[in-house]
């Protein structure tokens, strides 16, 4: 049997190359999987545990991704173990807001996706779990990168706050809250997760400060008659079966829901709160000091504050004496001095003012 010409069978490496040089394969960048539907594949992952446990214990977070409109759901857990009830809670509640089932899970193969209650569940609602192989996180990007997102955002508000460790939970519920309102390079035209999971635009109004200081409004029924009308708070994100806000009192640690907040945003030293007025000023200033600087010599140093001051005093003489000059700048006459004093010391006054300035210096310096 003769060989085809050009035709050169591959050499197989030997087995000291082979323990010596083999690398991994190239992971591809891009996926060419398409989510045809809502709900048809979700990516799952759970990060931690951290050094810092909650208020209220907690040490993980699990992340649930929409694969067709990327909407974030989030929770918080305590040990590794919750994930389960998690999942169920999550599948239920997209299910029931959708319309949709669930058809692919795609997580690590970590022992909180591995026991045998979890692959029931799964089994029991029809779910195909996809996994992805061991120490190869790149299969699962979309929920490892997105875990690095919600860390970083969270440490950032932290850190601008000056917030405890201890509030990383509230940073990362935030966090979630405003990625589902904020328009992402993975869908076209700008639409953000929220319309493309509800098909609604999202509202951004209630959008404050993260821990900005906010002052709650006080019942009648809470308080006395001479009692303070509100409570001075920390802002930590929004309440979750209440259209309201959810604070904290630092110095009790207690939490309030309410929808009578009034905010401070730029309270930190670290945060600038533009407004009209401040910009409009801003524009105004900058404008004077462009016109000063195009007027002037650049050269030239900055005048010194004494001889400012005697700048704006002659320029305010200056002012005095145009109008003195012209009769009709002021519509209040001049009035004679002492004209509304006593009428018999009316003729001294005015023989002293018709009289000569040196007479009236050696009068004045004459003792009595």
């Excluded at 891009?30 to 208020?55: H, K, M």
């Amino acid at each position: 049997m003769e060989v085809a010409s050009g035709h050169t069978k591959d050499r197989l490496p030997c087995t000291p190359c082979l323990e010596g040089k083999l690398a991994r394969k190239a992971i591809p960048k891009a996926s060419n999987v398409e989510n045809p539907r809502i709900l048809y594949c979700v990516y799952s992952d759970l990060c931690g545990p951290f050094q810092t446990q909650t208020r209220s214990g907690y040490r993980y977070f699990i992340t649930f991704i929409n694969g067709k409109s990327h909407y974030l759901a989030v929770y918080l857990l305590k040990t590794k173990d919750e994930a389960l009830s998690h999942t169920k809670a999550f599948v239920s509640q997209a299910e029931v807001e959708t319309g949709e089932k669930m058809n692919f899970l795609r997580s690590d193969g970590g022992g909180e996706y591995e026991s045998r209650e979890f692959q029931a569940y799964l089994h029991q609602k029809g779910i195909h779990h996809e996994k992805t192989n061991a120490y190869t996180p790149q299969e699962n990007g979309v929920a490892e990168r997105m875990n690095r997102t919600i860390v970083e955002m969270a440490r950032t508000m932290l850190k601008d706050s000056a917030m405890p460790n201890s509030y990383w939970g509230d940073g990362v519920l935030y966090a979630t809250h405003i990625i589902n309102r904020i328009p992402t390079r993975v869908l076209p035209d700008g639409v953000t997760p929220h319309k493309a999971y509800t098909g609604s635009k999202p509202s951004v109004a209630h959008l404050r400060v993260f821990s900005c200081k906010a002052h709650v409004y006080i019942p009648d029924e809470k308080c006395n008659k001479l009692d303070a009308k509100s409570l001075e708070c920390t802002h930590l994100g929004y309440a979750e079966n209440r259209k309201a806000y959810q604070l904290v009192h630092r110095p009790s640690g207690k939490i309030i829901e309410s929808r009578g907040v009034v905010f401070h945003e730029g309270s930190a030293p670290s945060r600038v709160l533009i407004t009209d007025d401040s910009t409009s000023e801003g524009v105004s200033n900058s404008e004077e000091s462009d016109t000063d600087s195009l007027s002037g010599d650049s050269d030239a140093p900055d005048n010194p504050p004494a001889a400012t001051a005697r700048s704006r005093t002659s320029d305010r003489d200056q002012d005095r004496d145009h109008q003195q000059e012209d009769g009709s700048a002021s519509p209040v006459p001049k009035r004679t001095p002492g004209a509304s004093a006593r009428p018999d010391l009316q003729p001294e006054i005015q023989e002293q003012a018709n009289a000569p300035v040196a007479d009236t210096i050696d009068a004045a310096q004459t003792p009595a």
